[in-house]
Nanobody, 125 residues
Framework: EVQLQASGGGLVQAGGSLRLSCVAS????????IGWFRQAPGKEREGVSC????????SYADSVKGRFTISTDNAKNTVYLQMNSLKTEDTAIYYC??????????????????WGQGTQVTVSS
C-alpha cells in the first residue's frame, strides 16, 4: 500500500524552528516529485515547497524562500522540511504529498496522487 506518514509539527515561538518529516512506504521517491502543502484556517491550501530526486532541484513559495529548506534521505525514503525563522503566518496544517513521473516544476500544477495526513504547526507571537 502506498502511504505517506508526516510528523514533526508542534507549537513554537516566532523566530523558532521546526523540522517536518514525511516517510514514504510502498513506493520509492526516486521516480516521484514530492512536496509540502499547507492550509491555514479559513484559507485555501497552498504549495510550500517541492523537489524531485531525478531533477535534483527544488522550488519554494515566495513566502518561505530563504527560511524553509526541503531535503530528502533516499535511504530512509523520507522527505524533510526544515523551517527556520518561523512567523505567526506560518501557522497551518502541513501536508506532504507525492506524484509519480513528473518534474518538480510541474508538481503544484497537478493534484498529487499520494497524500500524507496533516501535521499541525502553530507559531505563537
Amino acid at each position: 500500500e502506498v502511504q505517506l506518514q508526516a510528523s514533526g509539527g508542534g507549537l513554537v515561538q516566532a523566530g523558532g524552528s521546526l523540522r517536518l518529516s514525511c516517510v514514504a512506504s510502498g513506493f520509492s521517491f526516486d521516480s516521484y516529485a514530492i512536496g509540502w502543502f499547507r492550509q491555514a484556517p479559513g484559507k485555501e491550501r497552498e504549495g510550500v515547497s517541492c523537489t524531485s530526486i531525478s531533477d535534483g532541484d527544488s522550488s519554494y513559495a515566495d513566502s518561505v524562500k530563504g527560511r524553509f529548506t526541503i531535503s530528502t534521505d533516499n535511504a530512509k525514503n523520507t522527505v524533510y522540511l526544515q523551517m527556520n525563522s518561523l512567523k505567526t503566518e506560518d501557522t497551518a496544517i502541513y501536508y506532504c504529498a507525492a506524484t509519480p513521473s513528473i518534474h518538480y516544476w510541474e508538481f503544484f500544477n497537478h493534484p498529487p496522487e499520494v497524500w500524507g495526513q496533516g501535521t499541525q504547526v502553530t507559531v505563537s507571537s
